[in-house]
């Protein structure tokens, strides 16, 4: 820890004592019609917050430029006529790279929104205007700056009301009681696989850090329940992640060497015509912190690759292709000191390799009649190769499981989006997804031998289609549509109706409400599940969607310009839940389990209901906070049960956030920033322990006859992010310090048999995740 302060020490007296001068940069944009996504030609755009302000007209294609900005936090506002003004807050603006935004504004005879009003620009307001309630704009730039957020999309997440995580060891995100695997992924329109890296090994929906750089994204959207009709196979929530246009005018790159890896990023003009490109690449082998990660991650490495091209053109429209990719490797040595085997990971060489990738080409064209056309396809896979092996008594390593899974999905989806007057807006759209799979699961059985769970190797299609009608009035919007799904394995579909309404009481306060029925496929291997009794031909191909009513109430209150309440009660009720008739299984509480053998029917239910409450403070003077709250309970019943906790029944979630922003040097050209973050959460449920026969088969063996009902002690973590930034002729530096877990939290990870003592033990482990970053920008 001293070499790290006497390193912070020397980087803060070299920054300051180099010469001081007035440094600005340029922000570039355009400015559209929020409804049609035709450019707002001739409005005007400045710069509020300096003295004196800086101020342009965008030209004939709604495109502007600011020059001679100081270098900073400033607030812009656009205006064009017969359209609501919109202030965009906080911007920041260094020395290296020029800004580049995209403006929408909202036509004055729609009905007041939220981003009109004060504050001018609402952070809880999403980007898809289809959305009424439980819905967020997620801020990239948060995502750099909160503690915990790591530079890590999903750990954000998790700082918001009714997000549960699992305190930093894993960034499985659990919405409002439900289980992780429930949250659908999305990038550019497109569902994708899991984008973690190390996905899906201890929980289905999680994994370590995502593959999604914060030097690619756009701000994106996270919801939370009554999606929008356009959102189809999702249940617990939706990360709809947008990727950002590179740099039209300038090259501009990025370099970032920290513990954790390396991180480069390099955008520019690639055609004449305001065509661009940007790509990222991240390598990390966590060799430089080794003594920090638990015992078993030596080998772990992981990359990842990201890119967006974007390709405008004069009379076809907007062509842009994206992608992304990631490759991790990791496993585990059995310990070579007899004496040092305590549990089963212990005598285990595990090796673990996996991929990931999605590529998709999007044209959108606009038409003369206040349309417009986006269509995309995309190819997405992933892949699992898994192999462990443990030392038996002879000291020789027998097979213990094997996991070699590879999924593609091959998608075209479009929409067709057409304002049809002042008041009255439609959005259609289709979407076809072939799903390809090969699976091979295996598991010792009692001769240790290894026997098959699962095999199958073939090819299916979940089709859908939605529309939703949008009313807009001078104080009410209404939003109301429906969603279609088929699934052709088994030929099940479903038809969700959905509905969403925002009301504008005054210039401060607003209600909503939303409805929506919701459904989602189980991963793909537990359809193919081959049954450990004696019906061997029997598997789960059958299995229907699982499907959830969700009712939400909203309130905003916008207490001043730049502090924000909101409260959203909920309701949601699962059925048609996948369980096995003869026990309280339910895939409800299925977490991370490759190795099921169970056949299961819909015929479970289950049930979430809580409070959400936020109270932000947005930027103020560098001074910023996130208060974010929520009560909830979540259960199951199974077809022969009561209602018993899930495993993800917490009961309660509090997360405080709190930071600072220090302008330092002649110029106040430079910034020191420092943030915490309080996160406490109620325990982890789980089944009592069956000590006797935890004994007999020399494994952890529950009582599932009251499952769930025993619970840890609420957990206390602390997360940190300190930066230090400055600013130079044409370059910038910033040296950062994130630690998650900074108390060392001992997290619950379940149980383990203790082959020394036969005796059930906790698995708690304190994984503290320091990352010392230095980044330069030219």
Not at 329 to 338: D, I, V
Not at 712 to 721: G, L, M, N, R, Y
Request: neutral net charge.
């Amino acid at each position: 820890m001293k070499t790290l302060n006497f390193l912070f020490l020397v980087l803060l007296c070299l920054s300051s004592n180099l010469k001081a001068q007035e440094l600005t940069q340029t922000i570039r944009g355009r400015i559209l019609n929020s409804e049609t996504e035709e450019p707002l030609g001739f409005a005007n755009v400045f710069v509020k917050s300096i003295d004196p302000m800086i101020g342009t007209i965008s030209d004939a294609n709604g495109y502007f430029v600011l020059e001679r900005i100081p270098v900073g936090r400033v607030n812009i506002e656009a205006s064009y006529i017969g359209f609501h003004s919109l202030q965009i807050l906080d911007i920041l603006v260094n020395s290296a790279q020029e800004v580049q935004l995209d403006i929408r504004l909202n036509p004055s005879f729609a009905a007041i929104d939220e981003v009109t009003i004060a504050p001018k620009i609402n952070k809880q307001v999403p980007i898809n205007k289809l959305a009424s309630v439980s819905a967020r704009m997620l801020s990239i730039e948060e995502a750099s700056r909160y503690a915990g957020g790591f530079d890590d999309p999903a750990r954000l997440a998790s700082s918001f009301a009714g997000v549960a995580s699992s305190n930093g060891e894993d960034n499985a995100i659990i919405v409002r009681g439900n289980a992780p695997k429930f949250l659908q992924w999305k990038i550019e329109g497109i569902e994708i696989p899991n984008p973690n890296h190390f996905a899906n090994l201890n929980s289905f929906g999680g994994g370590g850090l995502t593959a999604l750089s914060t030097n690619v994204l756009a701000n994106s959207d996270f919801m939370t329940g009554a999606f929008a009709a356009e959102y189809n196979n999702a249940l617990a929530g939706v990360f709809d992640i947008k990727m950002r246009k590179g740099n039209s005018s300038n090259y501009q790159h990025s370099f970032e060497l920290g513990l954790i890896g390396i991180d480069f990023a390099s955008e520019g003009p690639l055609t004449k015509n305001n065509g661009s490109y940007l790509v990222n690449y991240r390598y990390s082998t966590l060799a430089l912190i080794p003594s920090l990660l638990p015992e078993d991650a030596d080998g772990t490495s992981y990359q990842d690759l990201s890119f967006k091209l974007n390709l405008p053109t004069l009379k076809s429209g907007t062509f842009s292709l994206w992608g992304i990719g990631l490759i991790d490797k990791s496993g585990t040595k059995p310990e070579k000191n007899a004496d040092d085997r305590e549990y089963y990971q212990d005598v285990s060489d595990q090796d673990v390799k996996q991929y990931m990738g999605a590529i998709g080409l999007n044209h959108k064209f606009r038409f003369k009649n206040s349309s417009y056309l986006n269509s995309t396809i995309a190819f997405t896979g992933e892949g699992l190769d898994m192999v462990t092996d443990r030392i038996n008594n002879k000291e020789v390593l027998e097979k213990h499981n094997k996991i070699k899974n590879s999924n593609y999905n091959i998608e075209f989806k479009s929409y067709y989006n057409n304002r049809l007057s002042n008041y009255l807006s439609v959005r259609s759209g289709i979407s076809m997804r072939g799903m390809g799979y090969n699976l091979d699961i295996r598991e010792a059985n009692n001769q240790n031998k290894l026997e098959q769970i699962s095999n199958k190797k073939g090819f299916s299609i979940l089709g859908a289609a939605y529309t939703n009608l949008t009313i807009t009035g001078q104080k009410l919007k209404i939003n109301v549509g429906v969603n279609s799904q088929l699934f052709t394995l088994n030929n099940n579909y479903t038809i969700e109706p959905r509905l969403g309404l925002k009301y504008q009481l005054n210039e401060t306060n607003s209600f909503s409400f939303g409805y929506g029925l919701h459904s989602r496929l189980e991963p793909i291997h537990i359809y193919f599940i081959q049954a450990s009794n004696a019906e061997k031909t029997k598997n789960n191909k059958e299995l229907d969607f699982t499907k959830a009513h969700h009712w939400v109430l909203g309130y905003d209150w916008n207490i001043s310009e730049k502090l924000h309440l909101k409260i959203e009660p909920y309701y949601q009720t699962l059925f048609d839940v996948p369980i096995s008739e003869n026990s309280n299984e339910s895939l409800l509480n299925l977490q991370g389990d490759w190795f099921l053998t169970d056949t299961y029917k819909n015929i479970g239910k289950g049930r979430n209901y809580g409070l959400d409450l936020t109270l932000e403070q947005y930027m103020d003077k560098g001074f910023y906070f996130l208060l974010a709250g929520s009560l909830f309970k979540s259960e199951y019943k199974t077809a022969k049960s009561d209602w018993f906790s899930t495993r993800y029944n917490k009961n309660f979630l509090i997360n405080a956030l709190v930071g600072k922003e220090f302008l330092l040097g002649d110029k106040k050209q430079n910034t020191l920033g420092v943030n915490f973050r309080l996160a406490v959460q109620g325990g982890d449920r789980y089944s009592k322990i069956d000590e006797q026969a935890s004994l007999l088969a020399r494994d952890v063996k529950y009582d599932e006859t009251t499952p769930f009902t025993m619970q840890t002690k609420a957990s206390t973590v602390i997360h940190t992010t300190i930066s230090y930034s400055w600013n130079r002729s044409e370059t910038s530096h910033k040296l950062s310090l994130k630690i998650l877990n900074l108390t060392g939290y001992e997290g619950f990870h379940g149980h383990r048999f203790n082959i020394k003592t036969g005796k059930v033990d906790e698995n708690r482990e304190a994984l503290m995740i320091p990352n010392l970053s230095y980044k330069f920008s030219f």
